[in-house]
């Protein structure tokens, strides 16, 4: 990644810019059996990308502290799911297989899984992700713990797309 020099306020500061395509730094999405997992992935690393570009020149015109500690925390977030997502590309590239810990291969790796399962299966999985949509509700409502309250909107809406994805399998 090459970057470009500014100045605000004095201080120097860096702003992204990317050198070459993805095709050529990555070679293999041209293939015919490249995986289109890895497709999805190059799609949402490009957004998050975006999303770095635009939240860092936003970062300059912050107001409050406040506003620019959420600004910089979405900007962290973007910048290290796009480091994610070329770590997965960068391993595929040398390996020939999936690193899968990116959470969208994770959520791939699911939506498989599920389809693979049985009726039977399905419907135990069913229940099961009810009563963990249920339990996690329960943790937020008491907000006992307002320092996991994040993660657990995000547990809350992974098992909400887990449930969708059953209930359309089921035909419900």
Excluded at 5 to 34: H, I, N
Excluded at 53 to 68: A, H, P, W
Excluded at 102 to 109: K, N, T
């Amino acid at each position: 990644m090459y970057v470009t020099r500014c100045e605000v306020q004095g201080a120097k500061c860096e702003a992204p810019r990317q050198k070459g395509t993805l095709r050529s730094r990555w070679p293999f999405l041209d293939a015919p059996d490249c995986p289109m997992e890895l497709h999805a992935l190059v799609g949402h690393r490009i957004s998050r990308y975006n999303e770095y570009t635009r939240l860092y020149g936003q970062l300059r015109d912050c107001r409050s502290v406040k506003e620019c500690g959420d600004i910089s925390r979405r900007l962290l977030d973007a910048y290290i799911d796009n480091r994610q997502c070329t770590q997965e590309l960068d391993y595929y590239q040398q390996h020939g297989k999936m690193l899968g810990r990116h959470p969208q291969l994770r959520h791939f790796q699911q939506l498989s899984r599920l389809r693979s399962m049985n009726v039977r299966d399905l419907l135990k999985e069913q229940q099961k992700t009810k009563d963990n949509i249920w339990r996690v509700n329960s943790e937020i409502r008491k907000g006992d713990k307002p320092h996991l309250l994040e993660r657990r909107q995000q547990k809350l809406q992974e098992y909400e797309l887990k449930l969708k994805e059953i209930n359309r399998l089921l035909g419900e």
